[in-house]
T-cell receptor, first 113, second 113 residues
């Protein structure tokens, strides 16, 4: 079982460039999440999708957009990358919102120069 | 505002030397407190959920406990493979908080042979 798969694993962008982080889960989970992790700050929720067709803002949504493409896939887009978006990004899934036993992917290390 | 503080930031143990990690929290009506383990370069892995004061959960050398203000993760007779960063997270009891975990910054544990 692959669990939660994220691509790419590493990415370097220049300020102002755009990119999409991809995430897919094979556990038939209803809910999916995007977090960023910065040193000393812990994981912070960017956006989540309680179920297919819905998305909601988390703690730090500015500068990001998301798409819940289908039940399996949840993408995160940076339209115009900024150095402040340099971080490690994690996608996660859970059986449903309210059951926050999260299953995480292995992360994407993003550097914005 | 929900807040989670973990201490110490880092902990170095000899193999077999038991210790405890602390997670203190302020939240509007706790729905659940979660412990995750994170290895370098990987996503967090779920360990425990605690729901009410007095509850305890155990897994191998780890035991998590919960009071109204804090949670402890006790590591008994640790082995080098217990080296990891341990993350604590809380979920508030209001339905608009479902899907939103508030994470602490973590405690990095190193166990030396």
């Amino acid at each position: 079982n692959a669990g939660v798969t994220q691509t790419p694993k590493f990415q370097v962008l220049k300020t102002g460039q755009s990119m999409t982080l991809q995430c897919a889960q094979d556990m038939n989970h209803n809910s999916m999440y995007w977090y960023r992790q910065d040193p000393g700050m812990g994981l912070r929720l960017i956006y989540y999708s309680a179920s297919e067709g819905t998305t909601d803002k988390g703690e730090v949504p500015n500068g990001y957009n998301v798409s819940r493409l289908n039940k399996r896939e949840f993408s995160l887009r940076l339209e115009s990358a900024a150095p402040s978006q340099t971080s490690v990004y994690f996608c996660a899934s859970s059986s449903r919102v309210g059951h926050e036993k999260l299953f995480f992917g292995s992360g994407t290390q993003l550097s914005v120069l | 505002e929900d807040q989670v503080t973990q201490s110490p930031e880092a902990l170095r143990l000899q193999e077999g030397e038991s210790s405890s990690l602390n997670c203190s929290y302020t939240v509007s009506g706790l729905r659940g407190l979660f412990w995750y383990r994170q290895d370098p370069g990987k996503g967090p892995e779920f360990l425990f959920t605690l729901y009410s004061a007095g509850e305890e959960k155990e897994k191998e050398r780890l035991k998590a406990t919960l009071t109204k203000k804090e949670s402890f993760l006790h590591i008994t007779a640790p082995k080098p493979e217990d080296s990891a960063t341990y993350l604590c997270a809380v979920q508030a009891g209001t339905t608009d908080s479902w899907g939103k975990l508030q994470f602490g910054a973590g405690t990095q544990v190193v166990v030396t042979p």
